[in-house]
């Protein structure tokens, strides 16, 4: 498995859940998930992010905030 979070495996950093996945029968998929992780400089209780691959899973994008800002905070 590779972590969709930049900060898997960095103890005190994350706190991930509710993780739904999604694919196509192109090879693209779409990993949504609940983070608490806040990122350097930036605090906020929880935000739905995202992360997407085109190569059936071997890559994956940096996780990015579905919603910019403070109105995607949960």
């Not at 900060?7 to 949504?32: K, M, S, Y």
């Not at 890559?59 to 995607?72: F, K, M, R, V």
Request: with cysteine.
């Amino acid at each position: 498995p590779i972590p969709l979070n930049t900060t898997a495996g960095i103890p005190g950093t994350d706190r991930d859940e509710e993780v739904q996945l999604a694919t196509d029968t192109q090879g693209n998929f779409l990993a949504v998930w609940i983070s608490s992780d806040a990122p350097e400089g930036e605090t906020f209780n929880s935000c739905l992010v995202s992360a997407l691959s085109s190569d059936r899973g071997a890559t994956w994008s940096d996780p990015a905030a579905l919603i910019p800002g403070e109105q995607n905070q949960l």
